[in-house]
């Protein structure tokens, strides 16, 4: 999934799939994506994102991050960025 950020921007959730779906989201755009860490407050939990140190991760122009949906959480878990 191709990206292109006017300004910065967070993304809490996506859309809960079947275990083992993978997704690579690419930033194509000039300011940063920023996957906020299980946003509980602002996406459902089973939409949520599991990332790396447990912490927001933050995509910058031209970058990319790969997640998979892990059911047994359930969350979209990081496999790297």
């Known amino acids: 999934i191709q990206f292109t950020t006017d300004a910065s921007r967070n993304l809490t959730g996506l859309a809960a799939q079947p275990a083992g779906t993978v997704y690579t ?9 920023v996957f906020k860490y299980n946003d509980t407050a602002n996406s459902t939990a089973a939409n949520c ?3 790396p140190g447990l912490t927001d991760l933050t995509i910058t122009a031209g970058g990319a991050a790969t997640f998979y949906y892990d ?11």
């Open 25 to 33: 989201f690419v930033n194509a755009g000039v300011n940063a994506l």
């Open 49 to 51: 994102f599991i990332t």
């Open 71 to 81: 059911s047994t959480v359930p969350r979209w878990r990081c496999l790297g960025s």
